[in-house]
């Protein structure tokens, strides 16, 4: 029992540390560095893509119905926000390499002006911890995350906007 209670008792201490040492972390994680191609193949580092303002990075598949229904959502946005805070957005496909020749087919037909990269290996989705999509990051001008979601529901686009509108001071 007494050996019980020690152990107890470092836990809490252990515990309590790592809280206080989370509580004072200021240091954001950086947006990792990967090869990938847009869709007429050009290369691009995801670490050196060259915007200026804040980027928008949205996982998404030509299968996953929520990823669509966000991104057509922020279509209909996207030239407001644009505008108002300078944001771009990257659409990052997940598709395969069976399914990938439909990410053009789907894109073209919905007109989006977005970066659209393609990662069918994952290896970006792996880097940047995405498990499920749609996820969606907010990336300030420092290359830093600064902000997260997954998955989609009706008026998700707007706190992203408010997100985005935080960061640009706007």
């Known amino acids: 029992m007494k050996k019980l209670a020690t152990l107890f008792f470092a836990l809490t201490i252990s515990v309590a540390a790592f809280s206080q040492e989370d509580e004072h972390k200021t240091d954001l994680k950086s947006l990792p560095s990967v090869t990938l191609k847009d869709m007429e193949g050009k290369t691009v580092n995801t670490s050196e893509m060259g915007f200026e303002g804040p980027v928008v990075i949205s996982f998404w598949a030509t299968w996953c119905s929520p990823c669509k229904r ?15 805070t300078g944001v771009n957005l990257v659409a990052v496909s997940i598709d395969d ?72 001071g706007k």
Do not use: C
């Open 97 to 168: 390499q069976k399914t990938m020749s439909s990410v053009p087919v789907y894109v073209n037909g919905k007109g989006w002006e977005y970066l659209v990269l393609m990662d069918p290996n994952g290896d970006f989705k792996r880097a940047m911890g995405v498990n499920n999509v749609p996820h969606t990051f907010l990336i300030n001008q420092q290359g830093e995350i600064v902000y997260s979601h997954n998955n989609y529901a009706p008026g998700d686009e707007e706190k992203l906007y408010e997100e985005i509108k935080k960061l640009t």
């Open 70 to 84: 966000e991104l057509n959502t922020i279509h209909d946005l996207y030239t407001d926000w644009q505008d108002e």
